[in-house]
């Protein structure tokens, strides 16, 4: 079955550390998206990417980072200046102005 | 700008009991419109949507009309059961392709 698949499901970080979250789709999906989950404040997007090798900022990016090397990736790395990173995580991707599939996430936490 | 405000939760209510979750958007021209749904430790589904005024989305017995006269596309289900209790997420998606999403609102179904 096609679908989006993160990893890990949960992550913990030391102060001071990067820490990179994986994306991966099956869906032969030209774009794909990052967002943060807090409680209570719904989805904000970090990074999208619309094509391989291109990837533009979105709402929230600072202290986060993103490559699209290929296709059916598209890893967020959540940096050391990323001074609150404990959230949900999730990710998806888009087909042409279909909706968007969302992946399972992955909770981060900071020991 | 583009915006999506959906009524705050937690909403409770018994089992066979009838649910209506309000969600009204701001939006320059037709936007497409969506009902998420995220169930626990999970990430979004996408529950129903519509593309153009007076159309209805429809799925597992929730719909949603979009009506372009109150920019409103309220979520409603005739008698919802304990397995319905998640988090929902509106949602619109303009010419640009962004997608906004609402801040979610928590259902909670009694048994």
């Known amino acids: 079955d096609g679908g989006i698949t993160q990893s890990p499901k949960y992550l913990f970080r030391k102060e001071g550390q990067n820490v990179t979250l994986s994306c991966e789709q099956n869906?032969?999906?030209?774009?794909m998206y990052w967002y943060r989950q807090d409680p209570g404040q719904g989805l904000r997007l970090i990074y999208y990417s619309q094509i391989v090798n291109d990837f533009q900022k979105g709402d929230i990016a600072e202290g986060y980072s993103v490559s699209r090397e290929k296709k059916e990736s598209f890893p967020l790395t959540v940096t050391s200046a990323q001074k609150n990173p404990t959230a949900f995580y999730l990710c998806?991707?888009?087909?042409?102005?279909?909706?968007?599939?969302f992946g399972d996430g992955t909770r981060l936490s900071i020991l | 700008g583009n915006s999506v405000t959906q009524m705050e939760g937690p909403v409770t209510l018994s089992e066979e009991a009838f649910l209506t979750i309000n969600c009204t958007y701001t939006a320059t021209g037709y936007p497409s419109l969506f009902w998420y749904v995220q169930y626990p430790g999970e990430g979004l589904q996408l529950l129903l949507k519509?593309?153009?005024?007076?159309d209805k989305g429809s799925n597992k017995g929730f719909e949603a009309t979009y009506r372009k006269e109150t920019t409103s596309f309220h979520l409603e289900k005739g008698s919802v059961q304990v397995s319905d209790s998640a988090v929902y997420f509106c949602a619109l998606m303009n010419r640009d392709d962004k997608i906004i999403f609402g801040k979610g609102t928590r259902l909670h179904i009694l048994p």
């Open positions: 998806a991707s888009r087909h042409g102005n279909q909706p968007q599939h």
């Open positions: 519509a593309t153009k005024a007076d």
């Open positions: 869906l032969n999906h030209d774009a």
